[in-house]
């Protein structure tokens, strides 16, 4: 089915669904990429805008929510819990923990990674209490089920911390923690507060802390070059890298197309080793359907089959995580609202409102050409309520 909808500035904007019936399916294979999906939050038809993070945990479907995830790994996907995507920094701990123990409850097949933090905490006024909050969060995530990936602590940067004061609290982090854990480097166009992060080489000599446990990095920085970089050194550490880059994706996954012939242990798996990224991706949140399929057409040996599909998702990726790029979420938020995932597309504080109509409509286009809409006539009926102000 092929829709035309209306639009304000005059272009037609075309919605297509069946796409995945176009052609077979790859045969199957084991996987040969480790791919999270950083999943949003969906909140109660209800919700309103609030004022501190008390109110979140209120303001959450939770049926709706852990539906969602089961949605993604029901397409191979992980689930990655509790970060950026399910608006963590405005979230707080406690709407977070649920999600991490909710999710944990799952028990899906394809794991989940969670944010370690330190979001318990009123204040956070020096390392010693930085270091325990989030050592106590790994240990919550590692008791729920989880993978730990610690997250970026913004308080280096107030302190103006040097080198080696961020390899010292690392340190003691990990070394009051137990394996595997991850770390992740976000870059400033999400948090504008991490200029700077990981000064010097201070990110190799935190990763070198203890290889055998700390079991490589998510690199959100949206800089293919920067990324190639760490990964070479972290392959000669036995670590990996996961992808954050939403604009560059397609390629860093696919790295040199080659069926892996190695592997590493990461807990209790095997994960394939070679010149390329794994993923931990807050696009799959929105193209899981299409991105599933690329990525078994890769485990299949089909690179041309992989990047047929995968291209058009990045295409994606690049429009809804456009500057501003913490405004992502309203894309996703709204693309599972077009698939029927969710009721209405509202995101915390509103946020949403914060891309305009013609951003959504470019979102809905390009979810299209990816083959991520489901139902065109749902998303047609959905996109002319929120032309006509409802949701607004």
Request: hydrophobic share 45%; proline share 5%; with cysteine.
């Amino acid at each position: 089915m092929k829709i035309e909808l209306p639009n304000p500035d005059g272009e037609s904007v075309w919605l297509e669904d069946g796409l995945l019936a176009s052609e077979p399916q790859p045969a199957a294979a084991d996987p040969v990429r480790i791919a999270y999906a950083a999943a949003h939050i969906i909140l109660k038809d209800d919700a309103t805008p609030r004022s501190s993070a008390a109110d979140a945990i209120e303001m959450v479907d939770w049926d709706q929510t852990m539906a969602f995830r089961q949605h993604l790994a029901a397409e191979g996907f992980g689930i990655a819990e509790a970060m950026d995507t399910a608006q963590r920094f405005e979230l707080g701990w406690p709407a977070a923990r649920r999600l991490i123990e909710q999710c944990g409850e799952l028990q899906l097949e394809t794991g989940f990674i969670a944010g370690a933090g330190a979001d318990q905490c009123d204040e956070v006024l020096d390392p010693a209490t930085l270091i325990d909050a989030v050592v106590e969060q790994v240990h919550i995530i590692q008791q729920a089920g989880g993978t730990a990936i610690i997250l970026p602590m913004p308080w280096l940067c107030r302190w103006n911390c040097d080198e080696q004061q961020y390899v010292s609290i690392y340190r003691s982090i990990i070394e009051q923690s137990e394996g595997p854990l991850f770390l992740h480097w976000l870059g400033p166009m999400f948090l504008a507060e991490l200029e700077g992060y990981f000064p010097g080489d201070s990110l190799d000599q935190i990763l070198s802390i203890d290889s055998d446990k700390v079991r490589g990095v998510k690199m959100s920085m949206l800089d293919h070059d920067l990324e190639i970089g760490v990964r070479k050194r972290c392959r000669e550490r036995g670590q990996i890298v996961l992808t954050g880059d939403d604009h560059h994706f397609c390629d860093l996954i696919a790295g040199d197309g080659e069926i892996p012939t190695q592997s590493v242990t990461i807990g209790d798996r095997q994960v394939p080793d070679g010149d390329f990224s794994h993923a931990l991706l807050g696009v799959l949140d929105g193209i899981a359907v299409p991105a599933g399929r690329a990525l078994r057409h890769l485990a299949a040996g089909d690179l041309a089959g992989y990047r047929r599909w995968m291209q058009p998702c990045e295409d994606y990726g690049q429009r809804v995580f456009a500057a501003p790029t913490h405004l992502y979420k309203a894309g996703l938020a709204f693309t599972a609202w077009l698939n029927g995932h969710q009721r209405q597309p509202m995101l915390l504080n509103r946020i949403d409102l914060d891309r305009d109509l013609e951003h959504l409509l470019d979102v809905a286009r390009l979810a299209s050409l990816a083959g991520a809409i489901i139902d065109a006539g749902m998303a047609a009926e959905r996109i002319e309520l929120l032309m006509a102000g409802v949701h607004r």
